[in-house]
């Protein structure tokens, strides 16, 4: 939302995203209505400070629109103008979703570095058993079995042992980022702190997320 303020502090000019933002004023309120009067009551003193200001600020508030609590970015700047007159230009952003979808990443970043930290904290139980399962299909199927047996793939002839590998990774990373998943919280569950998550201001899919992306 843009508005420039006459010296009375009063709304000159404003584009359309100030009539949507203020959307319980008519347009026709908006043009020479007092700035202040757009305000709820409680941010009046705020609002005041800064269009009294001399310099540009930029300040956060909330503001409350159709029912809806918003988080508003506020800037103030003089306009240069050869007259006596006094102009100030004002831009109103709202930055919620922005906020919100930081928030969301704080989140995601901290349920995936404690799922991290979990698996790092008892690697003889997360990283040990894959590797030997691991190491026990390579030694039997590629070593014992079928040790110098070649199979053709799309027209190339390759070692079994080379056609092995990445599906043995695979199913490893697939299998062990499933077991830690489910584990996680299982034990979360069964020593109920499942519930201080569950509690959280987080989004469901989030706390899904961070635990599969912890377990991978």
Same mark, same amino acid.
């Not at 202040?36 to 310099?55: N, Y």
């Not at 590998?165 to 996680?184: E, F, R």
């Given at each position: 939302?843009?508005?420039?303020?006459?010296?009375?502090?009063?709304?000159?000019?404003?584009?359309?995203?100030?009539?949507?933002?203020?959307?319980?004023?008519?347009?026709?309120?908006?043009?020479?209505?007092?700035?202040?009067?757009?305000? =709820? $009551?409680? /941010?009046?003193?705020? +609002?005041?400070?800064?269009?009294?200001?001399?310099?540009?600020?930029? &300040?956060? @508030? %909330?503001?409350?629109?159709?029912?809806?609590?918003?988080?508003?970015?506020?800037?103030?700047?003089?306009?240069?103008?050869?007259?006596?007159?006094?102009?100030?230009?004002?831009?109103?952003?709202?930055?919620?979703?922005?906020?919100?979808?930081?928030?969301?990443?704080?989140?995601?970043?901290?349920?995936?570095?404690?799922?991290?930290?979990?698996?790092?904290?008892?690697? =003889? $139980?997360? /990283?040990?058993?894959? +590797?030997?399962?691991?190491?026990?299909?390579?030694?039997?199927?590629? &070593?014992? @079995? %079928?040790?110098?047996?070649?199979?053709?793939?799309?027209?190339?002839?390759?070692?079994?042992?080379?056609?092995?590998?990445?599906?043995?990774?695979?199913?490893?990373?697939?299998?062990?980022?499933?077991?830690?998943?489910?584990?996680?919280?299982?034990?979360?569950?069964?020593?109920?702190?499942?519930?201080?998550?569950?509690?959280?201001?987080?989004?469901?899919?989030?706390?899904?997320?961070?635990?599969?992306?912890?377990?991978?």
């Amino acid at each position: 939302a843009l508005f420039v303020l006459d010296s009375g502090q009063r709304v000159a000019i404003h584009n359309p995203a100030a009539e949507q933002l203020f959307s319980q004023k008519e347009a026709d309120y908006l043009s020479g209505c007092p700035f202040l009067e757009l305000f =709820p $009551q409680e /941010l009046e003193q705020k +609002v005041t400070m800064m269009v009294e200001s001399e310099e540009q600020c930029r &300040e956060s @508030l %909330f503001f409350s629109s159709d029912g809806k609590r918003l988080l508003l970015e506020f800037t103030l700047t003089p306009l240069p103008m050869e007259s006596a007159e006094s102009l100030n230009l004002v831009l109103i952003r709202d930055i919620s979703e922005q906020k919100n979808i930081k928030k969301q990443i704080i989140a995601l970043t901290t349920i995936t570095k404690k799922e991290i930290i979990r698996i790092l904290r008892i690697w =003889p $139980q997360t /990283l040990i058993p894959p +590797v030997i399962t691991t190491s026990l299909y390579f030694i039997i199927f590629g &070593e014992i @079995l %079928f040790k110098n047996k070649t199979i053709t793939v799309s027209g190339q002839t390759v070692e079994y042992l080379h056609y092995l590998i990445p599906g043995l990774i695979v199913m490893a990373i697939i299998n062990n980022s499933y077991t830690n998943t489910v584990s996680s919280f299982f034990i979360s569950k069964f020593h109920r702190n499942i519930e201080e998550v569950m509690f959280a201001p987080v989004p469901v899919p989030i706390i899904i997320l961070g635990f599969a992306l912890g377990g991978i």
